[in-house]
Structures are given as C-alpha cells and as structure tokens.
C-alpha cells in the first residue's frame, strides 16, 4: 500500500493539487493566476473530505518547492508547515523543475520555466529507472545564454519553452533533439509520485524546515534595469 500523502504545487499561475489515501489517486488543477492564497485551502479541504480522511490520518504533505513564482512558492510553504505543525506531519520537499521533468518520458531532459525578467529557471535531468537524477546546479539564466552538458542530445519542456522558444531553439542547435509543447508547468500529480519514493527512502523534513527553493533572490528588476532592457 502506498503512503498517505497530499501534495501541493503553486508555484506556477495553475493550482495544483493532489492526494492518495494509499489505494487511488485524486487531482485538482485550474489555473488560478495570483488566486492561489484565496482558494487553496478550500481545495485542500474539499480534496480531503472527497476522499474522507482528515489530515491526521496522512503520513506526510508534500510541495513543489520551487523554484517559481516567489508568492506562490511561499504559498505552499507557509500553508505546508502550518498544517504539518498542526497534524504533526513530516513534509516531503521536491523541486518543481524536477517535477516538470518527470512528466516527460525521455532519457535526457532540459526544463526551463518562465522566470519573468526576461529569464529562464534551468534544470537538467537524466532519467534512469523512471526517477529523475539532476545534473548540476538549477540556474536563473538569459535565454540566449542557457548551457546544456556536453555529449548527449536533449528533449525541452517547460514554460520558458513556449515563451522564449526561438532563443531557446537557437541556442541548443542540434543537441536539442525535440520539445514536449505539452508539458509546461509542474503537476502535484508528478509531486505526489516523487515524493512517495522520497518518503518512502526517508528524505522527511520538519515543517519548520519546509523552506521554498530559491535560485534567484530578486523579484523585480530595478529602475534603470527597466530602461536598460527597453533600450536594447
């Protein structure tokens, strides 16, 4: 039987939820744009008596850590470790990119999600025996100017995709083997399944712990930043 977990994504425009109760899977998606505070805590409550279990019944919360949109980040981190306080539950912390990648049924998987500012967040992935292994560091980079790892060709996914895909497309060349324009944000669906393996291997935090990822610390670009990008 698989463990009890609820998993939160809001790191992106769409609210995402999902849950098992160790038999089946329910799941909640609508895109909510900057609604997320307003709603989530209705979905949850609403997700959790569809499938009659209180929260002191799971074995742990999950969320999309980010890195994404700073609000919705800190939505589900705020709202993770003030129910976990409260039930007593462990929280399970997976990266959103890694939760885009795992979406995608390939060998070598590049994610770059729309970071505003005219960047991109950039995770590369392998995937071996269905689990995604990242290679090097997540990054916030210029379109133009993203790296991909040497020897191996890759499929793109990811909101940044269908954003800045000509750049994106320009810059990969020939190691840019496909794009999948269908996957483009990260799912709690995809959140759930990662973190019921990393539940399962012990990678727990407290909620106290349940920290957003960040890879980038500003938010807004400053006054004459602005008028330097309208410029070139």
């Known amino acids: ?13 769409m609210c995402s939820i999902a849950l098992s109760d160790g038999r089946r899977s329910r799941v909640f998606e609508e895109n909510l744009g900057q609604r997320h505070t307003e709603r989530v ?8 008596r569809d ?7 799971l074995d742990a919360l999950a969320i999309g850590a980010g890195p994404g949109s700073f609000t919705g980040v800190r939505t589900a981190c705020a709202l993770a470790q003030g129910l976990a306080l409260g039930a007593d539950l462990p929280v399970v912390l997976v990266p959103s990119i890694e939760a885009v990648a795992h979406q995608v049924d390939a060998t070598n998987i590049v994610v770059c999600l729309d970071a505003r500012m005219s960047q991109v967040y950039v995770g590369f992935y392998e995937k071996r025996d269905e689990r995604c292994v990242q290679v090097g560091d997540l990054s916030v980079q ?7 790892p040497d020897g191996s060709t ?5 909101s940044g995709f269908s954003v800045y895909r000509e750049e994106l497309e320009m810059r990969f060349g020939d190691d840019l083997s496909s794009i999948m324009a269908s996957v483009v944000y990260p ?8 973190a019921m393996r990393k539940f399962l291997d012990g990678e727990i935090v407290s909620p106290e712990d349940a920290l957003p990822i960040y890879v980038r610390d500003k938010v807004a670009k400053t006054l004459d930043e602005q ?5 070139v």
Request: aromatic share 4%.
């Open 51 to 57: 499938a009659a279990l209180s929260l002191a019944e």
């Open 1 to 13: 039987m698989n463990p009890k977990i609820l998993a939160i994504e809001t790191s992106t425009e």
């Open 227 to 231: 008028a330097a990008s309208k410029r």
């Open 41 to 48: 805590m209705f979905i949850v409550d609403d997700i959790l």
């Open 142 to 148: 210029d379109p133009d100017k993203v790296h991909l």
């Open 154 to 158: 890759w499929v793109g996914c990811g």
């Open 187 to 194: 799912s709690a669906e995809a959140v759930l399944t990662i």
